[in-house]
């Protein structure tokens, strides 16, 4: 028998997991040295993002990395959102001189 599984359609897949709506906050409350990466906290949004085989492979290695010569066990989901909150107060501090901005203008 050569059953396929049965998979969630895209409304169950784009649901919120809270009935709490996200909370707003304004860009001047925060300043880039409040910024952290959220941690090990339960979240309530989700998005998807796909990347290629190369940077899979980079963002484990950097994982393995953190955790072998660092004693610093983080999931990959951890490193990524650090790595979004370093690169915000990059962009909200150097504006167009941030590594987002300049980089982004190579592509």
Not at 59 to 67: H, K, N, P, S, T
Not at 87 to 91: E, P, S, T
């Given at each position: 028998m050569n059953r396929r599984p049965s998979l969630p359609g895209a409304a169950e897949l784009f649901r919120l997991t809270s009935a709490a709506p996200a909370p707003e906050v304004s860009s001047d409350e925060v300043t880039p040295q409040q910024r952290r990466g959220s941690g090990r906290t339960k979240h309530t949004t989700k998005i998807t993002v796909y990347v290629s085989d190369e940077e899979l492979l980079a963002?484990?290695?950097?994982?393995?990395?953190?955790?072998g010569s660092h004693s610093l066990a983080v999931d990959r989901g951890r490193v990524v959102r650090e790595a979004i909150a370093i690169?915000?107060?990059?962009?909200e501090t150097l504006g167009d001189a941030s590594l987002l901005v300049r980089r982004l203008r190579e592509q």
């Open positions: 963002l484990e290695q950097a994982r393995l990395v953190l955790r690169v915000l107060d990059d962009l």
